[in-house]
């Protein structure tokens, strides 16, 4: 009985835990852009803590519009440029003149949380998500200059390993900047490459800058009881994988080294992120800001090598784009797998995955792994569990007889408490015996919890018949259905409470609780009802062997 309060108490807090986070998230009050300390940069274009040097001789006024061309900000008075239109075998790209700002990314693999036969959409106008790049500096070409786009090949053929494409700006002061985008085979990875080509007669020493742009909408698909985070992150070896929410950056509270040698900076949402990735021991500086067009950025800011009169540099951030596939990650930069989010027992959640993908390995189906990890997870534990039920068989059986104490003391509860406690005693029952078995699992419960509901692998997943999608809603609820029987059925196997209150509470229990699981992903609810099932036959078998002992306690 007090087993079954305690998992019924750590049901309602977890219950409560995501419902008040839900709300928090969209009630939490926010600040005007103008309060921000980043509001009064120019518009869409960061600035280094030191300054760059202007090169010399340079009397022309900024290449850049006055109006702002990033993603979701009305440009009427920019000039209109090319759109430049990519295909690969992972991506289906725009690339557009003005500013040569990747504006649109679709990832082919990956289909869209709404509309099963469409590509997702990364970067795009429903997010005003892109990504930008350009130099820092008067009369530099960046994220607001109309480039011009280079004749080449627009698709990644058959037996192309990479496909390249170029756009060039030249100022009317001699500095010129090619932009030059490498997208390769099977590959995330994008290279992102400012060629800066110095015409003037003097040395020329500027930065470049790398920055995503995105409103703070959580992306489709995520409901009040499966809600992630959706934001800014960066990673160094001093600080470790850090996040940034937009709230913090609208304050202006933000703690994240700001100068680094390592590390990178990213956007995060369910299931999919977008980094730059700069090069180890590449000096770089981090930002983030809310610009006033309502957008967030969060970007990087590297310094040029000083360029010789007649001379040229080459400033390239690889920036990945793509699925938080664990393996992709691991290989695309130290700690970018980070990004993951497996809640606060990561510690735990990270051998769960690693064993559920063996599972994987071994059956081909992620339905059949969550059972086999369920399964072996319930004999991992058998030891604790079968204590907990044992201690709630004894508790069955002494029930009428706490009963008859509980009628017999009715009118006085010191001396009730005490009769109690002399059963106990007698019976060698400890009342709370079966609560620390259950205490012990509750965090492998949760960090499998968050497991389930961060892994893409399980998105768009079929298991079998009707479900289609381990990540998403069961479309005819079989699965809280049975979920509920579930609960239904422990509830009648555990011990009725003496008090008449307290019996109608714990009968109603299940019905109340079952009503989350409705809106719980297909993977999570597959996952409860294996162990639920798992439960009652183990229960049914301690059960089973004190139920022989009846008559022996009967006489006492």
Sequence with gaps: METQRLILLFVFCFSVFLLWDAWEKDKRPKVAPANSPTASLPAGVPSPSSPPKAHAGSTSAPIADKAAAVPGATATAAPKGEVVTITTDLFSAEIDALGGTLRRLELLKHMDA????KPLVLFGPEHSYGAQ?????????????LYRVLPGERSLGAGSAALEVRMLAESGNGVSVEKVYVFRRDSYLVEVA????NGTAQPLATHAYFQLVRDDKAPAGETAMMQTYTGAAVYTIEKNFQK???SAIEKGKTDYPRQASDGWIAMVQHYFVAAWLPADKLAREYYTKKQPDGLYAAGLIVATPTIEPGASARIAVPLFSGPQEQQRLRTAAPGLDLVVDFGWLTIIAWPLFWVLEKFHELSGNWGVAIILL?????????????????S????????PRLTKLREMYANDRARQNQAMMELYKTEKINPLGGCFPVVVQIPVFIALYWTLLAAIELRHA?????????????????????MTITMILQTRMNPTPPDPVQAKVMATMPYIFSVFFFFFPAGLVLYWLVNNILSILQQWQIQRMFDRDKPAHAKR
């Design 462 to 482: 079929p298991f079998i018949l009707w479900i289609k999608d381990l990540s998403a809603l069961d479309p005819y609820y079989v699965l809280p259905v049975l």
């Design 392 to 399: 709630m068989a004894k508790m069955k059986l002494i029930t």
């Design 374 to 390: 369920t399964v072996s997870l319930k004999l991992l534990f058998f030891p604790l569990s079968a204590a907990s039920y044992k």
């Design 133 to 145: 790049s350009g130099l820092i500096g008067e009369g530099l070409p960046n994220h607001r200059t």
């Design 194 to 197: 400012l060629e800066v080509k």
């Design 114 to 117: 709404k509309e099963a036969n």
């Design 244 to 246: 940034i929410e937009y």
